[in-house]
């Protein structure tokens, strides 16, 4: 089974950089053939996609509210995905989710099959 397991959130102020990371496991899997990525959800609204890209780095994929300050990518030594989001806003405040998937399409569309259990990110104003 496939486990992932997010670190790295917390509280910070508005303008702060903050970087995510999340470790993935599995007997015998080998994870440069996984698409990684994350998504969030904040207080009242739906999970949504945020950023993934393939195991090789060579496919990427944001959401727009990511594009220009979030970045993600792979420590492939490590099985580890990251994000390191910069000029965080209010309205970054959510639970932030690895998640994992063979397919990319299947992290765009919300649907990937492997999920961690999220890592809480607060920014105050």
């Known amino acids: 089974q496939v486990q992932l397991v997010e670190s790295g959130g917390g509280l910070v102020q508005a303008g702060d950089s903050l970087r995510l990371s999340c470790a993935a496991s599995?007997?015998?899997?080998?994870?440069?053939?996984?698409?990684m990525g994350w998504f969030r959800q904040a207080p009242g609204k739906e999970r949504e996609f945020v950023a993934a890209?393939?195991?090789?780095?060579?496919?990427?994929y944001y959401s727009d509210s990511a594009k220009g300050r979030f970045t993600v990518s792979r420590d492939d030594a490590k099985d580890t995905v990251l994000l390191q989001m910069n000029s965080l806003e209010s309205e970054d405040t959510a639970i932030y989710y690895c998640?994992?998937?063979?397919?990319?399409?299947?992290?765009?569309?919300?649907?990937?099959?492997?999920w961690g259990r999220g890592t809480q990110v607060t920014v105050s104003s």
């Open positions: 998640a994992a998937d063979i397919l990319g399409q299947n992290l765009k569309g919300g649907i990937p099959l492997y």
């Open positions: 890209n393939s195991g090789d780095g060579r496919i990427t």
């Open positions: 599995g007997p015998g899997r080998d994870f440069t053939k996984y698409f």
